[in-house]
């Protein structure tokens, strides 16, 4: 009531274009703060459903920073349905027991997110010690996936797959130090 009384005091209060702005500012102020519990009940959400921990490095929209613990990185690639997926997952696990950066505290774990037209879409979960090194830890996952699926003849397929070969399109472990690779990664 105390702001109405106050909005009473201007000038040309009693005007239909104040009245219009008053509803344009109210409406603003609904909107506004139904955004402010929206982001609220969403961190509730992250909180008690332990989505987020401490130190995790986060990416969303145009914000990047670290909350205060050691968080979860992910990784995903397809592969295609001749891959019998219990491979899939070994290989997986095995190459972020390989990257070092990645905690084996809590053991690295896969999901198939999707099974679409040509291939299976896996992802991988691994946690971190140092999630400010993001950037190079997923170096070397990616590194190690790439090993791993290479050195037992398994395909990573893009997701515009479309024409599979005669044979699986893998890098043979003979030409993997290739010039002008270096021989110790």
Not at 11 to 39: E, K
């Amino acid at each position: 009531m105390l702001f109405l009384f106050f909005l009473s005091l201007f000038p040309l209060s009693h005007s239909d274009a104040f009245r219009g702005l008053s509803v344009m500012f109210g409406f603003m102020l609904t909107l506004g703060s139904a955004g402010i519990v929206n982001q609220l009940m969403s961190g509730l959400v992250l909180v008690y459903s332990r989505a987020l921990s401490v130190g995790d490095f986060v990416d969303v929209g145009d914000t990047v920073g670290v909350v205060s613990e050691v968080g979860v990185l992910s990784t995903k690639v397809t592969i295609g349905y001749d891959t019998p997926w219990r491979q899939v997952h070994a290989l997986l696990i095995a190459a972020a027991e390989k990257t070092p950066g990645l905690r084996m505290v809590t053991r690295p774990f896969v999901y198939q997110r999707a099974l679409a037209d040509f291939y299976v879409e896996y992802e991988l979960f691994a946690h971190m010690d140092k999630p400010l090194e993001r950037v190079p830890v997923l170096s070397a996952l990616h590194a190690n996936i790439q090993d791993q699926f290479n050195a037992f003849g398994v395909q990573i397929m893009s997701p515009h797959f479309v024409l599979q070969s005669r044979n699986n399109v893998v890098v043979p472990a003979e030409s993997w130090q290739a010039a002008p690779a270096s021989p110790e990664r």
